[in-house]
């Protein structure tokens, strides 16, 4: 039960994954590595193929997902201050925590801007307007599409600029 647990919560995080972020399941990891699920490199984790973390994520359900997600999400606020927005806005819409979500793709979306990440930037913006129906009559949402449009316009793609005319008229 504890191996299974440990490799149930490591299913919803793609990619490497902090030892530090196992809390208690922790001492479980040994026997994942020994069964060959995982791999273990320094203080990272990750399973040893993607497929392998698909078909253990796409056997729970729903609400395990959930869950699961949810603790990943808090253990990533209260262990790692500095964590990637991204990762939590990630964990928040999964763990329908819609505001933190939200809060989190705005964040994400201004850090890979001011890096130059205009494509992660304008996908942020984008999940951050289909969140925000009415965004177009409402100051705040105005701003996001102003966001969003900039960013579109760097990457030659500002067609994005001509969906909230559109969305107003409906």
């Known amino acids: ?31 994942a ?10 203080m990272v984790v990750e399973f040893r193929h993607e497929l392998v973390r698909l078909a253990v994520e796409q056997e729970l359900g729903p609400a395990r997902r959930q869950d699961l997600h949810a603790t990943v999400l808090e253990r990533l606020e209260r262990e790692q201050p500095a ?5 939590l806005a990630y964990h928040a819409w999964r763990a329908d925590r819609s505001d933190l979500a939200l809060r ?7 850090k890979a801007a001011g890096l130059g990440a205009h494509r992660e930037a304008a996908a942020h913006y984008r999940r951050a307007v289909s969140a925000t129906p009415g965004a ?3 100051p705040a ?4 599409w102003l966001n969003l449009s900039r960013e579109e316009y760097l990457l030659g793609q500002d067609e994005a600029v001509y969906l909230p005319t559109a969305t107003m008229g409906n």
């Open 1 to 31: 039960p504890a191996v299974r647990a440990a490799v149930e919560l490591l299913s919803v995080v793609p990619g490497r994954v902090p030892v530090t972020l196992l809390g208690s399941e922790r001492p479980a990891l040994d026997e």
């Open 33 to 42: 590595v020994l069964a060959g699920l995982l791999r273990v490199d320094g």
């Open 83 to 87: 964590a990637e927005p991204a990762a």
């Open 104 to 110: 989190c793709e705005l964040a994400a979306a201004a």
């Open 136 to 138: 177009v009559r409402d």
């Open 141 to 144: 949402g105005a701003g996001l």
